[in-house]
């Protein structure tokens, strides 16, 4: 499975920004898959995952509230709407394949920086 996220970009704070990630590989609709995120100096953060089907997330206290994921098997993309989003969310996003919503991840994608000035 190969993963190609994209999306990120330069935002205001309150602003909002969707990113995606794209994977290719038949089996990745077999897969839980999840978005991490690592800002300069912190380590890598898991913020949140769905299942499979689709059918049950998981998000991290820090952007609960604020951001959903969601996926689309037909086009074999996961999603990250990021809504009112702060300073603080300014990481590099990375998408993954995970064995499970506790994050363990299997593959991972490149990243997309994602930006947010106050």
């Known amino acids: 499975v190969q993963l190609q996220a994209s999306g990120g970009g330069l935002v205001q704070a309150g602003d909002s920004l969707s990113l995606s990630c794209a994977a290719s590989g038949r089996f990745f609709h077999t897969y839980a898959a999840g978005w991490f995120r690592q800002a300069p100096g912190k380590e890598r953060e898991y913020v949140a995952g769905i299942t499979w089907s689709g059918g049950t997330t998981y998000y991290a206290d820090s952007v609960k509230g604020r951001v959903t994921i969601s996926r689309d098997s037909a086009k074999n993309t996961v999603y990250l709407q990021m809504n009112s989003l702060k300073p603080e969310d300014t990481a590099v996003y990375y998408c993954?394949?995970?064995?499970?919503?506790?994050?363990?991840?299997?593959?991972w994608g490149q990243g997309t920086l994602v930006t947010v000035s106050s």
């Open positions: 993954a394949v995970i064995y499970n919503l506790r994050g363990k991840p299997k593959y």
